[in-house]
């Protein structure tokens, strides 16, 4: 294991800069006291010196913003590209649940999107800290490893990874493999037997938690013996318009499958008007299912099938891990959690009675 290099002190930063302890220390606490020369010398060379001051110290000195920044490190975007509101999606169902929980707790939050290149996001992030505007950090990743996370926890900021498993953090999320594997089980209960799995990319950004989806698919598939048939898992762009493409061009192959299974709600909702418009009867004809359990499932037709997240569940183990490591609490319990989710049948699916159409 590579060892942990040694932090850069107050000290440090006051011989590198040929100007007192003590200026250094006005120059971080109270820098209107501050000659403008000297202050901008001095935060040059704390920027040269990636001198972060210790956490714990400067909890002694500040009171507590009691707000926490909510931070999406990757593209969002809506999905038709007829707006700039990103529209009713799961990521708008975290947001409002992150604020609930932490609401709820005495905090506020703070929602923020990567707009910039990794070292300009590293620099807002860090000065939210350093300038007292926020106490924690809930990111929501769509890749392990995000090298501006490591960057912030290797300083001490407390930070939870939230929706995405990276063990170099702690996390919160959800076990998007054994949901698939389930939605598998229960397609071939209902009698379906070619099943296809179709994932969600935007301007080519996959996600970790598809790919876990994709891999407890070809799990399901295995465990029942099933041929899997590399043309019919394709990837939409998470829009309805790419469900309803998809489905269409699924049901149009030389070899169709019986069962679809869509990465989110959106497309799968897409993919009944899809085949509605060609006269394909769901379930009967082919079964669909979806992913997130958007209000919108109750009301379409038939109602659609999908795999319930735990985001509730979610947010409140990660506002409870992440407050504790604000205030120098222990973890309420495993810091690296991995909640169930939970298959909402409906309509759109068949009945468990094997070898039935319907």
Known sequence: MQE??????????????????????LVLNHPEKVAQKTLQHVRA???????VPSMAARSLRRIPTRTLACVFFGKRASY???TYQIQDTYWNNVVQTINRVADRAGYAVQQRSQGADDETLYEEIRNLFLGGRIDGLIAVVERTAHPVLLRLQEQGFPLVIFGTRDAQFSFVAQDNAQACAEVVDHLVAGGCHALAFISG????????????????YRAGLERHGLAMQAGWNLAG????????????????????????IFASDRMALGALKGLY??????????????????????????????????????????VRMLLARITGQPDPGDSQQVLATRLVVRQSTRSANPGSRG
Not at 201 to 216: T, W
Not at 242 to 259: E, M, T, V
Request: with cysteine.
């Open 201 to 216: 990319e935007r301007d080519g950004h996959g996600n970790d938690d598809v790919d876990e989806r994709y891999r407890g």
């Open 80 to 82: 038709d590209n007829r």
């Open 4 to 25: 942990k290099p040694n932090r850069v002190t107050i000290r440090d930063v006051a011989e590198a800069a040929g100007v007192s302890f003590q200026t250094v220390s």
């Open 277 to 318: 418009d060609l006269g394909v009867r769901v379930p009967h004809d082919i079964a669909v299912v979806g992913f997130d359990n958007m209000q919108y499932d109750d009301f379409c037709v038939p109602p659609l099938t999908s795999v319930h997240s735990p985001v509730l569940e979610m947010a409140d183990a990660a």
């Open 45 to 51: 060379v704390i920027k040269s010196l990636d001198f």
């Open 237 to 260: 762009d998470w829009s309805m318009a790419s469900g309803y493409r998809i489905a269409q061009q699924l049901w149009n192959a030389a070899q169709r499958p019986d069962g679809l």
